[in-house]
C-alpha cells in the first residue's frame, strides 16, 4: 500500500497515541514489529500516519502493548477505521492543509470551548466580518482565495445544525467586539450576529469587559475541542505561523485550568447579552 503524502491532523493523532502506548510499555520500535511479526519500518510508518492500521492489528498493538483501557482502544479504533469524507475535502488543494484539520477537528469534537481576545471567533463571524479579516492579510490573497476562505469559514457553522449540534462555549474579551475590523455599519451587524446566536440552545457566550478584576487569568486565546474521551482532547492556539494542535496530558491540563479561570473572571450569559445589546445600540 501506498504511503500517505500529507497524513491528517486527526491521523497524526491517532498516531501519536499508538506511540504514547508503545512507549509506556517499554517497547522500542524493532520490539513492537517482532511482536507484531511485521518489520520495523511497518510500525515506524504508523506512529508517523504515512500508513494506517486495521481495527486487528490495533487490538494486537494495544494487547501487546498491555493497554487494559478497552473505551481507549475502542476510541482509537474508531478513528483508525473512520472514512468519513466531509464537507471539507471539496476544498483539498484549494486551501493550506490547516484549514481543513480544524473543520475535521470540529466536525468531531463532543464540545468546543474558546477564548477569544482580539478578534471574534470564526465561526460566529457574519461574511462582511471575515471579509474583511481576509482582505487585511500580509502578503495580500488574490480574490479568489480571499472567497474560498469565506465559504470555508461560512461551512464549519454546520457543526450548529441538526439536532446533533455541538455544544459550544464562547468567552470573547470586550476589545474583540470593539475593534472594527471593517466599517461602523459591519461591526453592528457583527454585534447582532452574536445576539442571535447566544440565544441558541447549545451555545453560551460570555464577555470579559475591560474593567473586570482578574485579566491576568483570561490572558491566554485558545480552542479546546473536546474528544470522545477526556485523553483525546485538542487544544488548538493560533500563532503567526498557523494553528497548532496540542495535546500532550500536561498541555490540555494546562489548557482546561485556563479556560475554568476565564469562566470565573467572565460575565454570565445574561449580563454578556446585555453588554453586547449596549456596545450595539452604541453604534
Same mark, same amino acid.
Given at each position: 500500500?501506498?504511503?500517505?503524502?500529507?497524513?491528517? *491532523?486527526?491521523?497524526?493523532?491517532?498516531?501519536?497515541?499508538?506511540?504514547?502506548?508503545?512507549?509506556?510499555?517499554?517497547?522500542?520500535?524493532?520490539?513492537? $514489529?517482532?511482536?507484531?511479526?511485521?518489520?520495523? /519500518?511497518?510500525?515506524?510508518?504508523?506512529?508517523? $500516519?504515512?500508513?494506517?492500521?486495521? @481495527?486487528?492489528?490495533?487490538?494486537?498493538?494495544?494487547?501487546?502493548?498491555?493497554?487494559?483501557?478497552?473505551?481507549?482502544?475502542? *476510541?482509537? =479504533? $474508531?478513528?483508525?477505521?473512520?472514512?468519513?469524507?466531509?464537507?471539507?475535502?471539496?476544498?483539498?488543494?484549494?486551501?493550506?492543509?490547516?484549514?481543513?484539520?480544524? *473543520?475535521?477537528?470540529?466536525?468531531?469534537?463532543?464540545?468546543?470551548?474558546? =477564548?477569544?481576545?482580539?478578534?471574534? +471567533?470564526?465561526?460566529?463571524?457574519?461574511?462582511?466580518?471575515?471579509?474583511?479579516?481576509?482582505?487585511?492579510? =500580509?502578503?495580500?490573497?488574490?480574490? @479568489?482565495?480571499?472567497?474560498?476562505?469565506?465559504?470555508?469559514?461560512?461551512?464549519?457553522?454546520?457543526?450548529?445544525?441538526?439536532?446533533?449540534?455541538? /455544544?459550544?462555549?464562547?468567552?470573547?474579551?470586550?476589545? $474583540?467586539?470593539?475593534?472594527?475590523?471593517?466599517?461602523?455599519?459591519?461591526?453592528?451587524?457583527?454585534?447582532?450576529?452574536?445576539?442571535?446566536?447566544?440565544?441558541?440552545?447549545?451555545?453560551?457566550?460570555?464577555?470579559? +469587559?475591560?474593567?473586570?478584576?482578574?485579566?491576568?487569568?483570561?490572558?491566554?486565546?485558545?480552542?479546546? *475541542?473536546?474528544?470522545?474521551? +477526556?485523553?483525546?482532547?485538542?487544544?488548538?492556539?493560533?500563532?503567526?505561523?498557523?494553528?497548532?494542535?496540542?495535546?500532550?496530558?500536561?498541555?490540555?491540563?494546562?489548557?482546561?485550568?485556563?479556560?475554568?479561570?476565564?469562566?470565573?473572571?467572565?460575565?454570565? /450569559?445574561?449580563?454578556?447579552?446585555?453588554?453586547?445589546?449596549?456596545?450595539?445600540?452604541?453604534?
Amino acid at each position: 500500500m501506498a504511503l500517505r503524502r500529507e497524513p491528517t *491532523a486527526r491521523q497524526m493523532r491517532l498516531a501519536v497515541e499508538l506511540r504514547r502506548l508503545r512507549e509506556a510499555a517499554g517497547l522500542n520500535a524493532r520490539q513492537a $514489529a517482532a511482536l507484531l511479526g511485521v518489520g520495523a /519500518p511497518q510500525i515506524t510508518h504508523i506512529e508517523s $500516519a504515512l500508513a494506517g492500521v486495521s @481495527e486487528n492489528r490495533l487490538r494486537r498493538m494495544a494487547a501487546h502493548y498491555s493497554c487494559a483501557d478497552e473505551d481507549l482502544i475502542g *476510541a482509537l =479504533v $474508531a478513528m483508525a477505521t473512520d472514512r468519513t469524507r466531509g464537507w471539507w475535502e471539496g476544498y483539498r488543494g484549494a486551501l493550506p492543509t490547516p484549514f481543513l484539520d480544524l *473543520a475535521e477537528l470540529e466536525h468531531h469534537a463532543t464540545f468546543l470551548r474558546e =477564548v477569544t481576545l482580539l478578534f471574534v +471567533p470564526g465561526l460566529l463571524q457574519t461574511e462582511e466580518y471575515a471579509r474583511a479579516l481576509f482582505a487585511a492579510r =500580509v502578503p495580500e490573497l488574490a480574490e @479568489e482565495e480571499q472567497e474560498t476562505r469565506i465559504r470555508h469559514r461560512a461551512d464549519r457553522r454546520t457543526i450548529f445544525e441538526g439536532a446533533s449540534a455541538t /455544544p459550544y462555549e464562547v468567552v470573547i474579551h470586550e476589545a $474583540a467586539l470593539r475593534i472594527r475590523v471593517s466599517d461602523r455599519g459591519a461591526a453592528r451587524l457583527q454585534l447582532v450576529r452574536l445576539l442571535e446566536v447566544s440565544d441558541v440552545e447549545h451555545i453560551m457566550l460570555r464577555v470579559i +469587559p475591560f474593567d473586570l478584576d482578574g485579566f491576568a487569568r483570561a490572558s491566554s486565546a485558545m480552542t479546546w *475541542a473536546g474528544g470522545s474521551l +477526556p485523553k483525546l482532547d485538542t487544544v488548538v492556539r493560533d500563532t503567526p505561523h498557523g494553528s497548532v494542535f496540542l495535546d500532550s496530558e500536561a498541555q490540555l491540563n494546562a489548557y482546561r485550568t485556563r479556560f475554568r479561570r476565564v469562566e470565573a473572571v467572565s460575565l454570565g /450569559p445574561a449580563r454578556s447579552r446585555d453588554f453586547i445589546n449596549r456596545l450595539a445600540k452604541e453604534l
